[in-house]
């Protein structure tokens, strides 16, 4: 189907209309895995294993015989992290068995990702979605001005004789973040070419999936008009700096998603001439241009997530909102939280918003690395997991919105926190 969405201008969230006009261009399923390029896939993949209680579930390396790069995938319910480094030794040319059993491995650059991680940092290198067709939607991504970036490739497991098709565009224009389309009957924990790894037995901390990747870009409309035009999604919601209600710096922000929703990409564009320059700024030019600044990971219990998350000390959170917003709280959200979740909250410092249909308690980590950009946030979305006759369903993508009611406070413990950063 040929979309005809575009966008001029922002109305803002209270003006905004939301709709559902079924645009996209090819079957988007779900996430399938999201990918970090390192430079320590091994240390890298056990820091994030302790901190978010993830499995290491595949692993595609030298044991393996991928003389290429070294990559570890790591679950917990549907949400699968990737941490790939490449393997310094000399490469040599991949067989047309090799690259048979492995859609990314022939052609690997060994280079790239410790180019990619000197411009960006450990950053995500892939966002992935599993798709009815992958050619097609590759095909499709281009037509619709999509930069290829990996054409099709087919994979066959050698177990299971399944096949898989990976194909990547650029996501962001003028980044290098790649929107990954996979599909296929291979129904492994990653992709052809990993072996699965004995279940390790790390406890997890009740993370189920991930909500949705946000991404910073330097002009807004322009890139969401390019997503959409690739692959159709529709405008899911809609923040201007005025709904931000920032303190000393500003954004700008849309959410893109697919048919089914299941699929949310916010992305968002500095203000300036604002008091501070905008954090969005600040993460562009620590990261040398347009990346994923944040993934969100939905939870079956927040509290108990975060609690878990800080005893085991791998990830640092923002610092805690004033006691003035807890305060606020109760008359600002109503009696949807319990009194021991209130309670729960204030003690861990998390934000709790909520909308027309549901609630969003939600906290976000520092940023992963040394550098002011990529982070962390955990929720949980609470009310709309039951239909119009009160069985139990799904819970519904973007249940309780994204925490405008929060942004004010969330945007000055990031301004308190990159003050600590600068120079006097």
Known sequence: METTFSIDKLVGHKAFQRGNPMTDRFKVKRFHHVEFWCLDATTTSIRFGVGLGLQRVAKSDLSTG???????AMRSGDMVFVFTASNTAKIPEASPEAAEQHPLAAGFDADAPVAFCVKHGMAVRAVAVEVEDAQAAYETCVAGGGTGVTAPRKAVDPASGTTQVVAEVLLYQGGDVVLRLVSGSFEGPCLVGYEDVPDDQRADIGLLRIDHVVGNVPKLLEQVNHV????????????????????????????????????????????????????????????????????????????????????????????????????????????????????????????????????????????????????????????????????PVPQRPGCGGFGKGNFRELFKSIEDYERQLERP
Do not use: W
Request: proline share 5%; charged share 25%; with cysteine.
């Open 228 to 391: 959409a035009a690739m692959t159709g999604f529709h405008e899911f919601a809609e923040f201007t700096a005025e709904d931000v209600g920032t303190v000393d710096s500003g954004l700008n922000s849309i959410v893109l998603a697919c048919d089914s929703e299941a699929v949310l990409l916010p992305i968002n564009e500095p203000t300036h001439g604002t008091k501070r320059r905008s954090q969005i700024q600040t993460y562009l030019d620590h990261n040398n241009g347009p990346g994923v600044q944040h993934i969100a990971l939905l939870a079956t219990d927040a509290i108990a997530a975060v609690r878990a998350l800080r005893a085991r000390g791998a990830f640092d959170l923002m610092p805690r909102p004033s006691d003035a917003y807890y305060e606020e709280l109760p008359g600002r959200i109503g009696g949807v939280l319990s009194e021991e979740q209130y309670r729960g909250v204030r003690e861990l410092g998390l934000l709790v918003d909520r909308d027309d249909q549901g609630t969003l308690i939600q906290v976000f980590t520092k940023p992963l690395g040394d550098r002011p950009t990529i982070f962390l946030e955990i929720i949980q979305r609470v009310g709309c997991d039951r239909d119009a006759n009160g069985c």
């Open 66 to 72: 991928n003389t290429a790069f070294t990559s570890y």
